[in-house]
């Protein structure tokens, strides 16, 4: 059986090698738009693709999926989270092993600009890889399962809406500095994937449901003597402005959060495990999951397999660009 585990110590570095000057030049445009105004706006957008929003979102979809009337848009958002989950987090993620830019670019000279930038929008940080940006695979794999269902439904005028608010999380990742350009344009294409799978698993589930009398039957209109009216769509919009309004009061605090204790090959800005049993602190420090994993030796045996398997391609890979930057991100721009 191939053996992906060489394949994924590299993936990361090279993709911080090869896209470099691209990533730089798109970093450098949406730096100079920056502001107080934009980050605000752009903290509202990654609200959007953030877990305190999606998880409420996912679960609204289970309830709508008892309903005959909304069943089709409940069965296509919660296929398109669970893939999309499945894709960046359990595939994409471990798989390619990318570093945060707030922790990778020091090794460049275009840290001094960065870090400037990093700062003026409030030094926000997440705690796992990269790649792709899971807050744009979020976003983008329920605005295209809304979209299809609502083009479906023949409604149009609205179907475009969920998708312009989706591009808008994508940009907020890279205005915010916690993703690289081309791990947002990753999410977008396993949110894009994941939203027309739930569109079609929603198709196919109507399609059952419809040739089978007992399972038509089966929703709470029925079972309750209940209709779905205005009053309900109501209640879904409130309980989700309530959802959007945690996850934004929860952003707007996160930049005083403890970093994690990593220093060795760069300053880690990631956020630290605080209060978990599963990552105690280690010699009285506090680590983000990927260093603590790390320093406590936890996948130890992988980690021995892929230094010497892909020793010569990790060495050529292993530092950023530096005295060609100017050059890249001429090209590129």
Known sequence: ??????????????????????????FSFFGSLQSGFMTIVAKLFTSLGDENFIIPVAVLALILCLFKKTRKYGIAVLSAVAIGTIITNLCLKPMVLRVRPYNTLQL???????????????????????????????????????????????????????????????????????????DVIAGVCAGTIAGICGFIIAKLALLIFSKSEKLDKICLENLLHFNVGKGFYIILAVVVIA???????????????????????????????????KYPPIDGKNYCK????????????????????????????ATLPQSEESEQTNVAA
């Open 108 to 182: 460049s000279d275009f840290w001094a600009q960065y870090k400037n930038w990093y700062a003026a929008v409030g030094s926000l940080s997440e705690s796992d890889y990269s790649f792709p940006s899971g807050h744009t695979t979020s976003a983008f794999e329920v605005a295209i399962a809304l979209c299809l269902c609502l083009a479906s439904d023949k409604e149009g005028k609205v179907a475009w809406i969920p998708v312009v608010l989706a591009l808008g999380t994508a940009c907020s990742r890279i205005y915010l500095m916690v993703h690289y350009p081309t």
């Open 1 to 26: 059986m191939f053996n992906l585990i060489p394949l994924a110590a590299t993936l990361g570095k090279k993709l911080d090698t090869s896209f470099f000057g691209l990533d730089t030049a798109i």
């Open 243 to 277: 959802g959007f309004g945690f996850s934004f009061g929860h952003l707007m605090t996160e930049s005083d959060e403890i970093k994690c204790a990593y220093n060795q090959e760069y300053d880690c800005n990631n956020k630290a495990r605080i209060g978990e049993e």
């Open 290 to 317: 990927i260093h603590w994993k790390e320093l406590t030796g936890e996948g130890t045996e992988q980690a021995d397999e892929t230094a010497e398997a892909g020793e010569e391609v990790t060495n050529e890979t």
